[in-house]
């Protein structure tokens, strides 16, 4: 009896941390659910692969994330639906801010200026140096999708 309610209680735990306070995942580690998720709000097509994806919050109220095609954040709660998502080739710049509320001073920014003259925010929690090192990766990416468009 103990040995199935310890086997119950461990797959508890493990349903809880797939859902709530995601670390930083890369494309092997976004699950199911979370794809779904992202194809339910219309963020996440066919043939589209979310190379890092990251949530402050559980994944059905926020994402922070970019795949092979656009990148894109959403907040979800409360009757509030921001959602905002660019693909690359409509991506006019990227700029990283690290440390940059007074309050929090884990949380840094990638800010998504687009061609149409609007501009968003991915917000990511956590140590400066992992947060610089997605910014490159997302900067990377974008630059070599903007040479397979021209």
Do not use: C
């Not at 066919?46 to 949530?55: K, M």
């Not at 919050?57 to 639906?81: C, D, H, L, Q």
């Not at 991915?122 to 999708?145: Q, V």
Request: glycine share 6%; net charge negative; hydrophobic share 35%.
């Amino acid at each position: 009896m103990k040995k199935l309610l310890s086997i119950v209680i461990l797959i508890i735990i493990v349903l809880v941390i797939l859902e709530f306070g995601t670390p930083y995942l890369s494309s092997s580690n976004v699950s199911y659910l979370k794809e779904r998720r992202l194809k339910s709000i219309n963020l996440l097509e066919e043939g589209e692969t979310v190379l890092f994806f990251s949530s402050n919050m559980t994944t059905s109220t926020s994402g922070n994330f970019f795949t092979n095609k656009r990148v894109a954040t959403y907040w979800i709660y409360k009757g509030r639906n921001d959602i905002n998502s660019s693909y690359y080739k409509d991506v006019e710049d990227i700029a990283f801010e690290t440390g940059t509320d007074p309050y929090i001073s884990d949380l840094h920014k990638i800010t998504i200026s687009v061609s149409d003259g609007s501009q968003f925010t991915l917000y990511l929690s956590g140590g400066a140096k992992d947060a610089l090192e997605i910014f490159h990766e997302l900067e990377k990416t974008w630059k070599l999708s903007s040479e397979k468009t021209n």
